[in-house]
């Protein structure tokens, strides 16, 4: 049997679809990214496709991010931006807005719940404090990670996205959930060899997540 990462995705497409709508979903996507991206009306109506085929798709892209999620023996740990990346980006790949999440962590920076606190239309997301910092409370977490996804694929911190960070930073301090850092998920790129981007690596909090 090949070995899954020899496997070309216009040859998992087509275990799901057959050879033709596969083709036909890569020349119209390019990649797979785009694919679970699309919405899901738009799958059904390409030649060659039809509801049936469209809903395995959209399914299979499903149980990828809920596998990813399912990976770990334990909580994982997210003691650096990148660790923070590898575990949000399967999830927030596929969004077309802004998505922003909190990551309530413990003593140990374990993960003891990812709670999604709002979405944007393009680039604008409305952030509450009391939204953000409702969850970590319940859950009795000693600190957040923010993270939000970038659907342009640039993943640099907007004006905005630096001043909600500062905002909700005090915040958290007078509330004694202490912020760790805010990372911004896009794509990677031939120029852009990281698809994250760490706002406290950036110097906008006072020390580096460590």
Partial sequence: MQPLEQVS?????????????????????GGLRAIA?????????????GP??????????????????ETYSESPVVDCPENVANLLREEMG??????????????????????????GILDQVLVH???????PILRKASAVILAH????????????????TRDLARIGALMRIEVLDHVILGCKTTERP????????????CTPLS
């Avoid at 342009?152 to 907007?158: L, T, V, Y």
């Fill in 9 to 29: 995705n216009a040859e998992l497409l087509s275990s799901l679809t057959g050879p033709k709508p596969a083709a036909a979903l890569l020349q119209r996507y």
């Fill in 194 to 205: 990281r698809d994250y981007c760490s706002l406290k690596e950036m110097g906008h909090f």
């Fill in 149 to 164: 996804n970038h659907p342009s694929g640039d993943p640099a911190p907007s004006e905005a996205d630096i001043r909600v």
């Fill in 129 to 135: 404090a009391r939204e953000v910092f409702g969850p």
């Fill in 52 to 69: 049936a085929k469209a809903s395995a798709v959209r399914s299979a892209f499903l149980l990828a991010q809920r596998l990813s999620r």
């Fill in 37 to 49: 991206q699309a919405p899901l009306e738009e799958l059904r109506q390409l030649k060659g496709l």
């Fill in 94 to 119: 596929v969004h077309v807005v802004e998505h922003f999440v909190v990551v309530s962590v413990n003593t140990r920076r374990r993960v003891i719940g990812v709670d999604h606190i709002s979405k």
